[in-house]
Nanobody
Framework: QVHLVESGGGLVQAGGSLRLSCAAS?????????MGWFRQAPGKEREFVAGTSWNNSTYYAVSVKGRFTISRDNAKNTVYLQMNSLKPDDTAVYYCAAGLRPAGPYNYWGQGTQVTVSS
């Protein structure tokens, strides 16, 4: 199994920055997994935010491209999401996920971390 734990969420003013972390563990976890970040705002569907393949190819939703950066440290089994120029529309619960390919499907999910951006 794979266990994912997110951290780094919080309250920030519009225009500010946050960095989310996701620590992966588990007997079957491998650095060959694709890792992704998703988010779900109240009353909305969960949406893809960013993903990275095992060899650090990256993919972004149009809404965050140029503002968010996904990265991974395979030695630490950790993936990060650096979020800059945050907007109130970025307010959501952010989830880390692991799967075989950045395009999905993602088989393993963290419990989520709340990000709130005030105007």
């Amino acid at each position: 199994q794979v266990h994912l734990v997110e951290s780094g969420g919080g309250l920030v003013q519009a225009g500010g920055s946050l960095r989310l972390s996701c620590a992966a563990s588990g007997r079957t976890f491998s650095s060959s997994y694709a890792m992704g970040w998703f988010r779900q705002a109240p009353g909305k569907e969960r949406e893809f935010v960013a993903g990275t393949s095992w060899n650090n190819s990256t993919y972004y939703a149009v809404s965050v491209k140029g503002r968010f950066t996904i990265s991974r440290d395979n030695a630490k089994n950790t993936v990060y999401l650096q979020m800059n120029s945050l907007k109130p529309d970025d307010t959501a619960v952010y989830y880390c996920a692991a799967g075989l390919r950045p395009a999905g499907p993602y088989n393993y999910w963290g419990q989520g971390t709340q990000v709130t951006v005030s105007s």
